[in-house]
């Protein structure tokens, strides 16, 4: 089993930037893959972007790219989401997640572990 302990997440303004952390803790960590999904109220839970924490593979969502950057420490077992440029449409509860056997990691159902997730609010 993994731990996942989210920060970071806080009121911001359109335009801010915000970094997301991800403090994960087990036997399997390293061959996992870690995943940064949303869900705004009322809507589905969507992928952000994800990271394999081996071999620093990266993949993001088309709403994202260029804007936001995954990224790992692999000392330290902490994920981090660095987002700029944010926007309104970026309010949401983010979550992290992990998982040793994600066959499509767009679909939160492949990953094994959840974090609690972080609210990041932008207001216009």
């Known amino acids: 089993q993994v731990q996942l302990v989210e920060s970071g997440g806080g009121l911001v303004q359109a335009g801010d930037s915000l970094r997301l952390s991800c403090a994960a803790s087990?036997?399997?960590?390293?061959?996992?893959?870690m995943g940064w999904f949303r869900q705004a109220p009322g809507k589905d839970r969507e992928f952000v972007a994800a990271?394999?924490?081996?071999?620093?593979?990266?993949y993001y969502a088309d709403s994202v790219k260029g804007r936001f950057t995954i990224s790992r420490d692999n000392a330290k077992t902490i994920g981090y989401l660095q987002m700029n440029s944010l926007k309104p449409e970026d309010t949401a509860v983010y979550s992290c997640?992990?998982?040793?056997?994600?066959?499509?990691?767009?679909?939160?159902?492949?990953?094994?572990?959840w974090g609690q997730g972080t609210q990041v609010t932008v207001s216009s």
């Open positions: 990271i394999w924490w081996r071999t620093g593979t990266t």
């Open positions: 087990g036997r399997t960590f390293s061959r996992s893959l």
């Open positions: 997640a992990s998982g040793t056997t994600v066959w499509n990691y767009r679909r939160p159902t492949g990953y094994d572990d």
